[in-house]
């Protein structure tokens, strides 16, 4: 980043915190004319505020600096004149969370940025409901969706959605998912029902199976019930991919376990969700081959971090680009923002993120570009798709 721009990031936010410190004024005297004074200025309008409320303090406190970070990144780039983000404290709990909330509100905040965590986001909604002021929470809780609170986290559903709408154009009818019983495997049930009604497919085979129970002995049952091994049924009802909600080695284990109790992978499809991107043992199980699994677009978030690494001189964590998503929305919806009037969140329109494209839709939903990549065992995941913004219903 040129000097100038430097400089330039460095005091918007030497601006933006200034909000938070105790002001001092002294007396003022008008300036002497016919002295070589210099004329009075007109006053100037205060200006707008959007509320940042990060963990600056309690247990994820190391991550408040860096999602602080990236805001001002946002404001420097996408921001504009008359207004300015205002970070408060949440110390990392959802009663501080709410107390920030208020406090933000009361001092005129059009839009609240943050918090980190879904607990946090449903603590802040109801002030936030009551003030009708939008809020734009960094979490992947997709449960705290809602009118005016779209959660910027990379969700379960976006990616499940992802990965259904890439298999169907390659010709997938048939849908299974296996995961454990528990919050995220539930999402993942919940998100492949929906693909595949919006996709006008037979409903998915859901195995929901005990979260302590061992991967490679549930895979053997989940094989026969889907029809994934020799003689389990009617070939029009055999599952064509198959979903794990699994990861590092309980993913190896299942895949394993499917291949022990008779599975043919191929043509059996495995897939997985966005963290077996940065787990290269996946590669090291033979069945996990050319397995799907959905991710950012990486030229999108290479250049993000090397912007950051630029301003501040470290590597931002992984969910720090949330936080720039998040305060670039802010900025732009506070850029077409009359004073005084509510400003009109950006929904519908396109927004470059952190990690590539973004738009809000309606009733709290996100929708991002990701892309589909395939294991490939001693490389680099392949792409298999490319980082689209999601076109069709609910895509």
Known sequence: ?????????????????????????GPSYPPAAGYGGLPAQPPQPPREKV??????????????????NAAQLALFEQG???????????????????DAARRAIAEGARVIVGPLTGSETA????????AGIPVLPFTNDASQAATNVWPLGLTLEQQVRRVAGAAHEAGVRRF???APDNALGRQMAAALRGAARDLGLAAPAVELYPAAAQPSLMAREVAQRIGAVPDAGPEESRVEMLILGESGARARDFAAGLVAAGAAVPPLR?????LWGSDESLTQQPALAGAWFPGPDPAARMQFDSRYEAAFGTRPARVVGVAYDAAALAARAMRSASPGAPPAMPVGETVLGADGALRLAPGGQVQRALAVYALSPGAVPATVAPADLPGGVGF
């Open 1 to 25: 980043m040129p000097r100038r721009g430097l400089a330039a990031l460095a005091f918007s936010a030497v601006v933006a915190l200034s909000a938070c410190a105790p002001q001092v004024s």
């Open 51 to 68: 509320a940042l409320l990060l963990p600056l303090s309690g247990p994820q406190a190391a991550l408040g600096p860096e999602l602080l």
């Open 80 to 98: 504009g004149p008359g207004f300015e983000f205002v970070p408060r404290d949440t110390g990392g709990s959802a009663a501080g969370a709410a």
């Open 123 to 130: 603590a802040v909604a109801g002030p936030a409901r009551a």
């Open 176 to 178: 299974g998912l296996a």
């Open 270 to 274: 495995l897939a997985g969700h966005a």
